[in-house]
């Protein structure tokens, strides 16, 4: 069965920068439609980035011009980049794509 597990999480000071992996196994990612989310405390889960099976990418408008998805098929893993963190970018991460969900790293901006 397919199975992400994310990594990259962490804490970080505000401007500072954190880039987040996904890694994929049982299933070629390359093949789907893969995004990034979100969830902070107290809120819903909220999408980040997507980048569909033919690369083509989409983001937030609120992490437009900091954050960018990627995909790396040789390793079949997918990462977001993310540059000049702000504190309202403190949430868990979590990864998903092929029907399925990682279990979220945390990143902590202050």
């Known amino acids: 069965h397919v199975q992400l597990v994310e990594s990259g999480g962490g804490s970080v000071q505000a401007g500072g920068s954190l ?18 989310y979100r969830q902070a405390p107290g809120k819903e889960r909220e999408m ?16 437009k011009g900091r954050f960018t998805i990627s995909r790396d098929n040789a390793k079949n893993t997918l990462y ?13 991460y979590f990864c998903a794509g092929c ?11 202050s």
């Open 48 to 63: 980040v980035s997507g980048i569909s099976s033919a690369s083509t990418t989409t983001y937030a408008d609120s992490v």
């Open 80 to 92: 977001l980049q993310m540059n000049s963190l702000k504190t309202e970018d403190t949430a868990v």
């Open 19 to 36: 880039r987040l992996s996904c890694a994929a196994s049982g299933h070629i990612i390359s093949n789907c439609g893969m995004g990034w």
């Open 99 to 109: 029907g399925v969900w990682g279990q979220g790293t945390q990143v902590t901006v």
